[in-house]
């Protein structure tokens, strides 16, 4: 839900300018820190995949930029990576910092290449998931499910038994050991 509201609140115009005057087909280049995770997103149409832990993230953004649409759930080293690899007047949209989350801030690594923002124009825009919640629910519901049952969207489930694991499924979200939309299962009723 929170990349369709972002998408629906911030992007959709945006998008649509890009497609129309910059680029007939806009690239999608996805990152992930396992070959597990890289092959599932090569399968949901990612035109190039990077092992953000093996690979080198700012070569590759290089090679395949630039970048006009940014979507940033994880801040630190990659968002720097993207930031120098941005087109002119591109968009960052900031949803998450997950390479912070659990680091004091003292020891958060820093935004160096923030100057890019300025000498190129760019939008930087963030959200929490709740901000376009009440504008586009409706939406979601009567445009979302009906694509899943088709398959037309494809999900993958990290399904944890009970609340007792809660905890555990919070932290595997936030380290990365997690595959898919990590879900805690309360009740076995259908």
Same mark, same amino acid.
């Given at each position: 839900m929170p990349a369709?509201?972002?998408y629906r609140g911030i992007m959709e115009e945006k998008a649509k300018t890009f497609l129309k005057l910059r680029h007939p087909k806009l690239k +999608? +280049?996805?990152?992930?820190?396992?070959?597990q995770k890289l092959e599932v997103m090569r399968s949901l149409g990612a035109d190039v995949v990077v092992d953000y832990k093996k690979e080198n993230v700012r070569a590759t953004l290089a090679q395949h930029g630039p970048i006009d649409i940014y979507w940033d759930n994880a801040a630190g080293p990659i968002l720097d990576d993207a930031l120098a690899n941005m087109a002119e007047y591109g968009v960052i949209v900031a949803c998450g910092a997950i390479s912070s989350y659990n680091v004091e801030e003292k020891n958060r690594p820093p935004v160096k290449n923030f100057i890019?923002?300025?000498?190129?124009?760019?939008?930087v825009k963030g959200y929490r998931g709740p901000d376009f919640v009440q504008q586009y629910m409706a939406d979601f519901i009567a445009e979302i499910p009906p694509l899943v049952f088709a398959g037309k969207i494809r999900l993958r489930e990290h399904r944890y =038994?009970?609340?007792?694991?809660?905890?555990?499924?919070?932290? =595997?979200?936030?380290?990365?050991?997690?595959?898919?939309?990590?879900? +805690?299962?309360?009740? =076995?009723d259908s």
């Open positions: 369709y509201f972002g +999608i +280049i996805a990152s992930a820190g396992t070959a890019e923002v300025f000498q190129k124009s760019l939008t =038994d009970g609340l007792k694991h809660a905890g555990q499924a919070l932290a =595997d979200v936030h380290t990365g050991a997690n595959f898919g939309k990590s879900l +805690i299962v309360v009740s =076995d």
